[in-house]
T-cell receptor, first 116, second 112 residues
Framework: ETGVTQTPRHLVMGMTNKKSLKCEQH?????MYWYKQSAKKPLELMFV???????ENNSVPSRFSPECPNSSHLFLHLHTLQPEDSALYLC???????????????FGNGTRLTVT | RKEVEQDPGPFNVPEGATVAFNCTYS??????FFWYRQDCRKEPKLLMS???SGNEDGRFTAQLNRASQYISLLIRDSKLSDSATYLC?????????????FGAGTRLFVKA
């Protein structure tokens, strides 16, 4: 299996639920990202992990909690979400090559989340 | 000022037309530049990288002007299948690597 795989593809959860989104990459990349895409809004960068270390937390509410146990796996743990958190959550990976260069992001199919 | 700004469009063009998209970025330290394409309800996919020397891939030509912090994409001989949202993307340096910033996208509709 190659590429970036996200599960589940669709998720409906209540505001009191706890759920997790999973992302797995088989590209040998060393960086992984979570993005949020709401209707009619641009992609919003949420978190960046480089070599399993979180290097960016873009002012994301604490009800979103990322976890990167190794360079191939990334999770987004969700709890007490709000209806306005309904969106498409995209995982991506890339590889930093050093000397100011990297390969472009490769995205998963995304998880479409609905909070009721 | 937004980190990456694009004209949202939409651009409505007939098949065979030439269409140009523009993008500006605010961080002079941005180091890598790309155009992505996103189809409705799908994930973004890399269209092409952008270099100061300009680069061409078939009907698509991308150009970067670092002095003006300006990126362009030219599509020649538009096809119906080119209808999509085109995203301007920059990599900003970050401890340990980069963060990738997306513009809001420009919607293109190519009509028969």
């Amino acid at each position: 299996e190659t590429g970036v795989t996200q599960t589940p593809r669709h998720l409906v959860m209540g505001m009191t639920n706890k759920k997790s989104l999973k992302c797995e990459q088989h590209l040998g990349h060393n960086a992984m990202y979570w993005y949020k895409q709401s209707a009619k809004k641009p992609l919003e960068l949420m978190f960046v992990y480089s070599l399993e270390e979180r290097v960016e937390n873009n002012s994301v509410p604490s009800r979103f909690s990322p976890e990167c146990p190794n360079s191939s796996h990334l999770f987004l743990h969700l709890h007490t979400l709000q209806p306005e958190d309904s969106a498409l959550y995209l995982c991506a990976s890339s590889r930093f090559l050093g000397q100011g260069s990297s390969i472009p992001l490769h995205f998963g199919n995304g998880t479409r989340l609905t909070v009721t | 000022r937004k980190e990456v700004e694009q004209d949202p469009g939409p651009f409505n063009v007939p098949e065979g037309a030439t269409v140009a998209f523009n993008c500006t970025y605010s961080n002079s330290a941005s180091q890598s530049f790309f155009w992505y394409r996103q189809d409705c309800r799908k994930e973004p996919k890399l269209l092409m990288s952008v270099y100061s020397s300009g680069n061409e891939d078939g009907r698509f030509t991308a150009q970067l002007n670092r002095a003006s912090q300006y990126i362009s994409l030219l599509i020649r001989d538009s096809k119906l299948s080119d209808s999509a949202t085109y995203l301007c993307v920059v990599n900003d340096p970050l401890k340990g690597g980069f963060k990738t910033i997306f513009g809001a996208g420009t919607r293109l509709f190519v009509k028969a």
